[in-house]
């Protein structure tokens, strides 16, 4: 199902029927007017505010290609970085590293990792590259069935820890109850995972028996111009390894984060903010304020939900 919208005018009319659609299947693809950065940018804005990467530029976009554009410091640090390159990804978390703290008006908000991400094709791949999307609702509601005690396992915080370049979150479950009864996923099966002895063969066989069954994957093959709307707390993501065409002709993505609209608050015990290099690292994570003036609601559920 691909929502087409020719002007931004007919995305404004069709965009409650998209959150709805998020809402209900985890994702949506938007066929919009132009494959213009600031039409990523609008388009992303609606549906929450934007969370800002490591390698994003000043408006939080993270551009997804082989080319190198900038010369900043994560560069020095190139292969933590599976997006940049041409390999298979595997259906992963965004942001699966990601447990910080960051200091606004005298509080602290804590970083999760995003609620969504919004994926914009620019240029496809001369061969492969298909993006691989995969329910974890499907895959939840199976395992609570097939295999309870795996569930509580990989819903047991300390089961699982991820690490990646300066980001570690530690001591994480891959489903995490939130506040509201949401249940956010955290997963991603490569080298920044690391187990607990007691929940490694649970989470081999998430891998093995569910993610990696193609009957719970679906491959999208999105041409220039189309907007993938993401449930990073509900689908896994990924993409097949490429190959890109002549110069000019590389795989370009372009990506924005959006942020988890109920982030818990923590406040400093003696009322006092000092900066600490703990921190620091976190800022490149940070939640933008918003740039657009007339915001719509967010998709109405976010996550996975656990059955009666
Ligand atoms: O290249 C893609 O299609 C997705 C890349 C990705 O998932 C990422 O960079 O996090
Ligand atoms: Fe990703």
Redesign the pocket.
């Known amino acids: 199902m691909v929502f087409f919208c020719s002007t931004r005018e007919s995305f404004a009319d069709r965009y409650g029927h998209i959150a709805d659609h998020v809402a209900s299947c985890g994702y949506a693809i938007i066929d919009a007017w132009d494959a213009e950065t600031s039409t990523l940018q609008e388009i992303a804005e609606h549906f929450g505010n934007v969370q800002t990467h490591i390698r994003a530029d000043a408006n939080g976009l993270v551009g997804i290609s082989t080319e190198t554009i900038v010369n900043r410091d994560w560069e020095k640090f190139r292969s933590e970085y599976s ?1 940049i390159t041409s390999d298979e990804f595997m259906p ?1 978390t ?1 942001g699966s590293y990601l447990h910080g703290l960051v200091h606004r008006d005298g509080k602290y908000i804590q970083l999760l990792p995003p609620k969504m ?1 919004v994926l914009q094709c620019w240029q496809s791949a001369a061969a492969g590259g298909d993006s691989i999307l995969i329910d974890v609702q499907q895959v939840y509601d199976d395992l609570a069935r097939e295999n309870p005690g795996d569930l509580k396992i990989l819903s047991t915080k300390g089961c699982v820890s991820y690490c990646r370049d300066d980001q570690i979150a530690l001591d994480r479950a891959v489903f995490e109850c939130l506040d509201d009864g949401a249940i956010m996923l955290r997963f991603r099966y490569d080298s920044t995972a690391y187990i607990a002895d007691w929940a490694s063969e649970a989470f081999h066989n998430l891998q093995r028996n569910y993610f990696s069954n193609p009957r719970y994957q679906v491959r999208l093959a999105l041409a220039k111009g189309q907007i993938v709307v993401i449930d990073n707390y509900r689908m896994l ?1 990924g993409r097949d390894s490429f190959s890109d065409g002549g110069e000019g002709k590389e795989r370009k993505l372009r990506r924005v984060w959006l942020a988890y609209d109920r982030l818990p608050v923590l406040r400093n015990a003696a009322d006092q903010h000092r900066e600490r290099r703990a921190l620091k690292r976190f800022e490149a994570y940070d939640i933008r304020p918003p740039a657009i003036a007339a915001r719509m609601a967010p998709p109405r559920s976010i996550g996975i939900r656990a059955s009666a």
């Open positions: 997006g992963h965004d991400l993501h």
